[in-house]
């Protein structure tokens, strides 16, 4: 048996790009002047590297009149936040390629700002579709040193208030 399929697909590899921005004016729609001024983590995340995940809740609506069951859409949540980056720190790298770890440093808050689908290397452009998550970072933990990897960190971040999932649009300069 052969699977075959006219719908085609959008390779992953080298297409997502990622910053940490500290401020956005309108958090929906970030402009190409405030992504470009963020700091690309991109090529400090490693493969899979990158967990969120959300949920929604059910909301039950059980009437007397019914036989059946209804819901509706309930509570969104985040859980299982975090970034795992190459980290350079003591090492002859830390100056110059440490700047995950920099930009993610206990306490410091701003947005992540995540776009897939296109070359990590384009630049930010009007009209591209973007995920944008207002977050406070958590305390850094080294992972495991394993053989034949590099030295990593994973670095937990935290919902700070209302994320666009896939539906922010990236705004020309006004």
Wanted: charged share 20%; glycine share 6%.
């Amino acid at each position: 048996m052969t699977f075959q399929s006219n719908i085609p697909s959008t390779p992953a590899d080298g297409n997502i790009k990622t910053v940490v921005v500290t401020t956005l004016a309108d958090p929906s729609k970030p402009t190409v002047t405030e992504l470009q001024a963020g700091t690309d983590i991109s090529c400090y995340i490693t493969l899979g590297g990158f967990a969120y995940t959300t949920s929604q809740a059910t909301i039950s609506d059980q009437r007397e009149c019914s036989d059946q069951d209804y819901q509706r859409p309930g509570r969104k949540s985040v859980s299982d936040a975090s970034v795992t980056v190459i980290d350079n720190t003591n090492s002859d790298l830390a100056n110059e390629h440490n700047k995950a770890v920099t930009a993610m440093a206990e306490g410091k808050t701003g947005y992540i700002v995540r776009r897939r689908g296109l070359p990590a290397a384009d630049e930010w452009a009007a009209n591209q579709t973007v995920t944008v998550i207002p977050v406070i970072f958590g305390e850094k933990q080294l992972v495991a040193q394993e053989e034949n990897t590099v030295q990593r960190s994973q670095i937990p971040f935290f919902v700070t208030g209302e994320w666009h999932m896939e539906n922010a649009t990236v705004k020309a300069e006004s």
